[in-house]
């Protein structure tokens, strides 16, 4: 089992930046593929960005468009998410999710992944 912790939410204004980290304890990290979610209320948990064990992969929804960037340190035990650009509309709980697989490719689907953080919040004012 492994154990997630956000951290990096906070508020922004449009147009501004920010980096989400996600510390994993409990288990080897690199066996471990990545994906940052989000949740804004009243809407669906949806995928932003997922990587591979290696890094050497990853996958990103058509909304982020170039604006974000997933990245892993497995020496550290900790993946990461850039933001640039920041829009109103990326406003939410971003959770980061860990899923041991058979495969090395980044999966977007949130029923790929067995295991999630608590989630750090997200503000961006316009």
């Known amino acids: 089992q492994v154990q997630l912790v956000e951290s990096g939410g906070g508020l922004v204004q449009a147009g501004g930046s920010l980096r989400l980290s996600c510390a994993a304890s409990?288990?080897?990290?690199?066996?471990?593929?990545m994906g940052w979610f989000r949740q804004a209320p009243g809407k669906e948990r949806e995928a932003v960005a997922a990587?591979?064990?290696?890094?050497?992969?990853?996958r990103y929804a058509d909304f982020v468009q170039g604006r974000f960037t997933i990245s892993r340190d497995n020496a550290k035990n900790t993946v990461y998410l850039q933001m640039n650009s920041l829009k109103p509309e990326d406003a939410a709980v971003y959770y980061c999710?860990?899923?041991?697989?058979?495969?090395?490719?980044?999966?977007?689907?949130?029923?790929?992944?067995?295991?999630w953080g608590q989630g750090t919040q997200v503000t961006v004012s316009s």
């Open positions: 999710a860990a899923d041991l697989p058979y495969t090395n490719i980044p999966a977007l689907g949130r029923g790929d992944y067995g295991y």
């Open positions: 990587i591979s064990r290696s890094g050497g992969s990853t």
């Open positions: 409990g288990r080897t990290f690199s066996n471990y593929r």
